[in-house]
């Protein structure tokens, strides 16, 4: 596939897969319709598939997707399918964007305190609900 298609953007177009086999993590490599792959997402019941298929199977070699074949019903053959790339392609300047207005965090090697302490009470030591200094002291 020329275009990089995400693990999200299919997910946000197709739905979660109905099952997987593999994983991006497996060390295995397998190939099925011609399409090398470690992990692969099934879907079995697609209702707004952009091939306009009922059946889809999405293959992966860690977070890249390798290939796609659909089909309409268990009894046609798989055939291979671009269109949910074309989808992602078209889909993905519709997307929201996430806002980022947080300043990052500026690298330094003083310490900064996580919060400010009055005195030495401030520190732990007493008994919560008991006002420091009022109760016997345990050494």
Do not use: C
Not at 112 to 123: C, F, I, K
């Amino acid at each position: 596939m020329k275009q990089s298609v995400s693990r999200n953007q299919v997910v946000a177009l197709l739905g979660t897969p109905d099952r997987t086999v593999g994983s991006l993590n497996s060390p295995i490599e397998l190939e099925e319709n011609g399409i090398p792959f470690n992990e692969k997402w099934i879907y079995e019941h697609l209702v707004d598939d952009p091939a306009g298929a009922s059946m889809r199977t999405v293959y992966w070699h860690r977070y890249d997707l390798t290939g796609t074949v659909v089909r309409n019903g268990a009894d046609e053959d798989w055939r291979s399918d671009a269109k949910l790339a074309e989808a992602v392609a078209a889909r993905s300047s519709r997307l929201a964007r996430i806002e980022d207005r947080h300043e990052p965090v500026k690298s330094t090697n003083h310490y900064r305190p996580v919060s400010e302490t009055a005195g030495p009470n401030d520190l732990g030591g007493y008994i919560m609900g008991q006002k420091p200094g009022s109760g016997p002291v345990i050494e």
